[in-house]
């Protein structure tokens, strides 16, 4: 997966939280044969793993965290956090969500690695904050940008 040789198309998905960005990366990665996404919350992980076992059977699906860590004997889609992803896999797709937080004092160096060297074989995506294209197309000078518009309007409903 590091540097892999016929790299395929990175794409940034970039806008606010409610805009279907985790749901795309689930819906392309299960296009692809095997896959790996890096979510940056454990109950994230779960929660996406619990979805994907559900559409492709619990034989199909690792979860690998820090503290849980279920792998079948041969599966095709890894559902990890970011910090816990087996880079030594290869794998078609491949996603990092929130890589915004590389840019956090703690979890940065992290995420950072992760854009800097994770890559699927076939399709890698970078799930995200608008504040992040800038970045990124320095980083990644090749990335493809796409958008994403809110589902619904936030409010504040006051005290």
Same mark, same amino acid.
């Given at each position: ?9 990175? /794409?940034?998905?970039?806008? +606010? ?5 985790? *749901? !795309? #990366? =689930? ?5 692809? %044969? ?46 990890? /956090?970011?910090?816990?992803? +087996? ?5 078609? *797709? !491949? #996603? =990092? ?5 590389? %840019? ?56």
């Amino acid at each position: 997966m590091t540097g892999a040789k016929n790299e395929g198309p990175m /794409t940034a998905v970039l806008g +606010p939280t409610n805009t279907g960005k985790t *749901f !795309l #990366a =689930i819906e392309r990665m299960l296009g692809h %044969a095997t896959g790996m996404i890096g979510f940056p919350l454990r109950l994230l992980a779960r929660e996406n793993y619990d979805k994907v076992v559900k559409t492709k059977g619990v034989s199909q699906v690792a979860l690998v965290t820090g503290e849980e860590k279920i792998i079948p004997q041969n599966p095709r889609y890894w559902i990890c /956090t970011v910090e816990a992803m +087996p880079l030594q896999r290869e794998v078609s *797709f !491949l #996603a =990092i969500d929130e890589i915004q937080l590389a %840019a956090d004092a703690e979890r940065g160096r992290i995420f950072t690695d992760r854009l800097l060297h994770a890559r699927g074989r076939n399709e890698t995506l970078f799930l995200g904050a608008d504040t992040m294209a800038p970045i990124l197309k320095r980083l990644v000078p090749d990335i493809h940008f796409v958008g994403r518009e809110r589902f619904s309007d936030l409010t504040h409903s006051g005290h």
